[in-house]
């Protein structure tokens, strides 16, 4: 199996900016493609983007395009969210997710494994 650890997660002001980084380890060669949701409380898990592991097309939600840049070190084992102009509503639960097969990479059904989120809070 998979194992995806995020970090990066904490607290800044709007307008500010921060990157998050999610490690994986075990199976990685299996990696098709990683991608990055989050979870605001009271509301179900949204895409925010994705990366496909060794081909690096990129698929963004259109709520964080032109804000938000996804990347990956393939020899790291490493998918990066670099994200700037932080608003309040960016505040939630973000997860990592490694898919090993094609798929559909905006929906949470393309993913096998996840990490356990880390928490980004953004003050008005």
């Known amino acids: 199996q998979v194992q995806l650890v995020e970090s990066g997660g904490g607290l800044v002001q709007a307008g500010g900016s921060l990157r998050l980084s999610c490690a994986a380890s075990?199976?990685?060669?299996?990696?098709?493609?990683m991608g990055w949701f989050r979870q605001a409380p009271g509301k179900e898990r949204e895409f925010v983007a994705a990366?496909?592991?060794?081909?690096?097309?990129?698929y963004y939600a259109d709520s964080v395009k032109g804000r938000v840049t996804i990347s990956r070190d393939n020899v790291e084992n490493t998918v990066f969210l670099q994200m700037s102009s932080l608003k309040p509503e960016d505040t939630a639960v973000y997860y990592c997710?490694?898919?090993?097969?094609?798929?559909?990479?905006?929906?949470?059904?393309?993913?096998?494994?996840w990490g356990q989120g880390t928490q980004v809070t953004v003050s008005s």
């Open positions: 997710a490694a898919g090993v097969a094609p798929g559909v990479v905006v929906v949470t059904g393309a993913y096998r494994y």
């Open positions: 075990g199976r990685t060669l299996s990696i098709y493609a």
């Open positions: 990366i496909r592991w060794y081909g690096g097309s990129t």
